[in-house]
């Protein structure tokens, strides 16, 4: 559960950087030992025996390492990002132990899970251009674990259709946040390129993303239901 902590202090030390300038360790080691509290028993879909800790985990070890964020309350949303989402912490929890700022960004990234997963996924790809700079940079690191899973250990009966929606929603969603840190972008872009080859199809242009289920067009619809 520490690797991250560990990690951090030794990129921090071969970078020869004061800690405390940087990053509030103590701060980032009560957000890991929450979400691991939070996520105790929760695995991974594509790895039984790993647990789900391990992703938020990943999120905030790429938007340091690649990203260079050192922002001690966006590393920490990062670490807490799925909290809200996928177990049975409140908002009041996120903002009574971690403050109101910290909230505000797991809150940005948080899917209403009451809603269909379609549903899910065409207000994901709508709501990315809203999103404050420090959320991009949560989202960026997000699908980079995620769409990395998908092609290392995709979740078990997935279908090779269902591998390459993934892959090309998450590139939807991406395309409007770029700029945001290009280091983060090319480390997407390479998984992208690995996709193709992998999933043997061809990531299609965001223009065309009224052809696609997850197109921000059906969303009124989707209200009207």
């Given at each position: ?12 030390d071969t970078r020869q950087v004061n800690m405390r300038e940087m990053l509030d360790i103590e701060k980032v ?6 979400a691991a509290q939070k996520h105790k028993g929760q695995v991974r879909k594509g790895e039984p025996d790993s ?162 289920d997850w197109s921000p067009k059906y969303i009124k619809s989707d209200q009207q239901e």
């Amino acid at each position: 559960m520490l690797h991250l902590f560990l990690y951090l202090v030794k990129e921090l030390d071969t970078r020869q950087v004061n800690m405390r300038e940087m990053l509030d360790i103590e701060k980032v080691i009560e957000a890991i030992i929450f979400a691991a509290q939070k996520h105790k028993g929760q695995v991974r879909k594509g790895e039984p025996d790993s647990p789900y800790i391990t992703h938020p985990l990943s999120v905030a070890k790429t938007i340091f390492a690649i990203g260079g964020i050192t922002d001690t309350d966006i590393i920490i949303a990062a670490i807490l990002h799925d909290t809200i989402e996928d177990t049975d912490t409140s908002s009041t929890e996120i903002r009574e132990n971690f403050g109101k700022e910290i909230l505000a960004l797991v809150l940005e990234v948080t899917d209403d899970k009451s809603l269909e997963r379609i549903v899910r996924k065409r207000l994901q790809v709508a709501h990315a251009p809203h999103l404050s700079p420090s959320a991009r940079i949560l989202k960026f690191g997000d699908k980079i674990a995620n769409c990395h899973d998908i092609l290392h250990t995709p979740p078990k009966g997935w279908p090779l259709e269902r591998l390459r929606n993934y892959i090309q929603w998450s590139a939807d969603v991406i395309y409007q946040i770029r700029g945001t840190n290009a280091p983060l972008e090319a480390a997407f872009d390479q998984i992208l390129s690995q996709a193709e080859n992998h999933l043997n199809f061809t990531v299609q242009p965001f223009e065309t993303i009224d052809e696609r289920d997850w197109s921000p067009k059906y969303i009124k619809s989707d209200q009207q239901e």
